[in-house]
């Protein structure tokens, strides 16, 4: 990385360390994008070459993880089935959890800040689906790429829904978690692990023994 490279790498992160630090202070409604070019030393117009929404100060990881899943599905190996490629990303992906587990007291507090923040915003909260179906409807696309579906197979599109089904359980499980503050997060990242075992069993062996038919 060359030094221009490196000097905007550090000017988007210090951006973004600023937007989270002020989100968590004061609620995501309550920040403008000028208050967070202010506390970082840069002009409004910087803030916007980085991040061209407010939302995207907050969501830009996630948006850049849902992207980093679905790349992660098209290129896998030769021989993977979509549900693995995306098993594995899921769990091997580390992030605020994996540093939880690890013992970072400061990764937890961020977590349970992040929860807040989300918590408090109906903005954020809309910008979370969005971006959750963007990835949905890629992962679609993709699987139908794959399989050579026609335009009216529902299958793919149910396929996808599926599997980030389990995603989102896996997230709304762990703000449950963590909205609980009198709760130790040491063992999050076990569980939700656990948590997705199961979930990506269920999608692999089909609804039919988990839902038998009544008597």
């Avoid at 000097?7 to 609620?27: M, S």
């Avoid at 769990?91 to 923040?117: F, I, K, T, W």
Wanted: no cysteine; proline share 4%.
């Amino acid at each position: 990385m060359g030094l221009r490279e490196l000097k905007k790498q550090q000017t988007r992160e210090r951006i973004a360390e600023t937007a989270r630090r002020l989100f968590a202070e004061r609620g995501f409604d309550h920040v403008t994008v000028a208050d967070v070019a202010k506390e970082a030393q840069v002009a409004p117009g910087t803030v916007f070459n980085y991040f061209p929404t407010k939302e995207e100060l907050f969501f830009g990881p996630l948006e850049v993880f849902a992207e980093h899943l679905v790349a992660a599905v098209r290129e896998r190996e030769p021989g993977t089935t979509v549900a693995a490629a995306f098993r594995d990303f899921v769990g091997d992906s580390g992030g605020l959890l994996a540093r939880v587990a690890a013992g970072d007291e400061d990764a937890a507090d961020q977590l349970r800040a992040m929860n807040r923040v989300i918590a408090q915003s109906p903005a954020l909260r809309a910008r979370e689906h969005q971006t959750l179906e963007h990835a949905t409807s890629a992962l679609a696309a993709l699987i139908a790429e794959d399989v050579g579906a026609g335009p009216d197979d529902v299958r793919p599109f149910a396929a996808a829904n599926a599997l980030m089904g389990v995603h989102r359980a896996l997230i709304d499980h762990t703000r449950k978690r963590v909205s609980d503050e009198s709760r130790d997060l040491a063992d999050l990242a076990a569980e939700v692990r656990d948590l997705a075992a199961a979930g990506f069993d269920l999608l692999e062996h089909g609804l039919a023994a988990y839902d038998p038919q009544r008597e």
